[in-house]
């Protein structure tokens, strides 16, 4: 999964988190991390001035449940204060049933 934003118009230093989320996933809570990455922990990343930020998650070879997933993207200042959210939906399929 490669995930990807825009961070613009930023003069200093900010933070970018990602996170991967289950929106509608079969057996798995909504808002729950997807611990197959990471235990599920958010990535940061620094970023100085404005520009495109590329985050890149690999699918476990066992592949994940069926499902509609979540992509959240915050952008914070020095000072830890959330300025910015996005999140997109995508869609796993394919699986077969239990695959994760």
């Known amino acids: 999964f490669f995930v990807v934003t ?3 118009n ?3 230093k900010v933070k970018v988190k990602f996170k991967l989320v289950y929106d509608d996933a079969k057996g798995q809570k ?8 990471d235990g599920g922990k958010e ?11 590329y985050y890149e998650l690999t699918m476990p070879s066992s592949g994940m449940p069926n499902g509609k997933y ?5 952008m914070l200042n020095d000072k830890d204060e959330e300025k910015e ?3 997109a939906t995508f869609e796993v399929a ?6 994760e």
């Open 6 to 8: 825009t961070v613009s």
């Open 30 to 37: 909504s808002g729950d991390p997807v611990t197959a990455f």
């Open 70 to 74: 979540k992509a959240e993207v915050r």
């Open 43 to 53: 990535q940061t990343l620094d970023v100085d001035g404005s520009r495109v930020v």
């Open 85 to 87: 959210k996005k999140t």
């Open 94 to 99: 394919g699986f077969p049933e239990g695959g």
């Open 10 to 12: 930023n003069p200093g």
